[in-house]
C-alpha cells in the first residue's frame, strides 16, 4: 500500500454505471444496473476506480492522472463472445456530482 497525501479539495465525482441484460431466446435472462467505475476530480487531477469487466471479478482498477473517463472500459466489450442463442444489451450513463 502507497500512501499519497492529495491536500486538495474534490471538485467533482463521475459514477459511471451501467445496465446490463441478455436475452435468451428473446426472454430476459438477466438484467441488472451496476456501477463501472467511480472518477474523483481533485485539484487539477482525476483518481478513478474501476471494476474489473470480468463477470463477479472482484477486482477494482486504480489510476491517477487526467481525463480518465477516456481510460475506462468500453461498454462493447459486454456485447462480445456470447452463443447466438443470447442477445447482450448494455447501456451506460454517467452521472456527475460537482462539489
Known sequence: MISTPVNE??????VVNERQKISE????????WLTRA??????ER??????????????IIIRRGYNLIEECSDEKSF????????TPECRREIVEIKG
Open 9 to 14: 479539495t474534490i471538485k467533482a465525482v463521475r
Open 25 to 32: 431466446n428473446g426472454d430476459v435472462t438477466y438484467d441488472v
Open 46 to 59: 482525476e483518481m478513478s476506480f474501476e471494476k474489473d469487466t470480468v463477470p463477479f471479478s472482484e477486482e
Open 79 to 86: 456485447l462480445e463472445g456470447w452463443e447466438d442463442i443470447y
Open 38 to 43: 467511480l472518477i474523483i476530480s481533485v485539484g
